[in-house]
């Protein structure tokens, strides 16, 4: 068969070993998982994901008609979205999901001359600024005031007072998200306190709300793939359970992308040249920030794995790049085996924020996605070695 690297390489096996993990850590029946469709949206892995119970946390209608295509049932969706379009505010009220995020004063009266039109109550979670630090690279911090998220907490008395004149909207949650890769459990702790004190002031106002949505961002350890592969969803989940005040029949929302799916995906990468410059080696490889662009945009750190080299030969320093024209399409610098044109390079922990943020910039063609246990690779890879190799 006819393989074409780059490619993208899931493993089904560890993925459902994920999602089984974090049903076990769940300690409460009031908590309801999303998985946040951004990080990865290829059709296997959301349909693996939807039998597992969870429901979809969705950021454009695109990723809303995608999640219910793959069996995600429209009343477990919910939308956010610093601007949504009214296009997708109608995607998201004609097919009825759980709630949208609402992040500002005026998209209210939009959801709700939409709403209208569709003759439907909108179920309205506000999502909330809470300013708390999520401690994580500030290209994926969002919970602090100077970040453009959600309705400031000071205004949250106002949309209080706007949505109860709203007759299409109907106001059932308040919603959060402050970060991502976040591996710190304080950050959360300060949220809880946050959403705690908002609470009290909520019920003040004399509303009940029947859920809080706390958001995503629990992080993995990218240093360390191979040792730990599943995160630690028994100690997150334990911080909302201690410090979250829930009142009877109100559920607690979590939205969770990366820590679900990025472990189980590999971009596996052949090397096209070995060039020695004046200060280091080049790895030069086929895939490139087109394909990953987590290096490049947040100077982020996978484990890469030569594994075809022989070892026997010794070792180098080699930087790995890719072929794109930026100087910013490098993937990092580390001690491989001698390593030559032909080889395959595994970079690790790219499940999440990598094929979904693919581009086709220098016109590039798109790399397929290969999964575990359809055995497509078998007689490509060569031997029984370097197929256990890319899992
Ligand atoms: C991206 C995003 C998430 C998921 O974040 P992870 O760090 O991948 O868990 C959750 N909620 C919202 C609103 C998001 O934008």
Known sequence: MAVQTPFYYYDLALLENTLQALNDAIPSSKFKVHYAVKANAEDRILQTIQRYGLGADCVSGNEITKSIACGFNPSEIVLAGVGKSDAELHTAISNGIHSINCESIEELEVINEIAEQNNRVANISFRINPNVDAKTHHKITTGLSENKFGIPISEVSRAIAEIRKMEFLSLSGIHFHIGSQILSMDPFIKLCNQVNTLLDEIEGEGIQLDHINVGGGLGIDYLNPDQNPI???????????????????????????????????????????????????????????????????????????????????????YSVV???????????????????????????????????????????????????DKNELTSWVGSEKKETSLT
Do not use: W
């Open 231 to 317: 995160p630690d969803f028994e100690k997150y989940f334990a911080v909302f359970h201690e410090h979250l005040n829930v009142r009877d029949g109100q559920t607690v929302h979590f939205e969770l992308g990366r820590s679900v799916v990025a472990q189980c995906g590999s971009l596996i990468t052949k090397v096209l040249y070995v060039k020695k410059g004046a200060t280091k080696n080049f790895a030069i490889v086929d895939a490139g920030m087109t394909e990953l662009i987590r290096p490049a945009l947040y100077d982020s750190y996978h484990e890469m794995e030569n594994i075809t080299a022989d070892s026997l030969l010794g070792t180098d320093n």
């Open 322 to 372: 890719g072929p794109i024209c930026e100087s910013s399409d490098v993937f990092g610098e580390l001690e491989m085996p001698i390593t030559k044109r032909g080889d395959l390079i595994k970079i690790k922990s790219a499940g999440a924020y990598g094929q979904v943020l693919s581009s086709n910039y220098n016109l590039r063609d798109s790399a397929k996605a290969y999964y575990s």
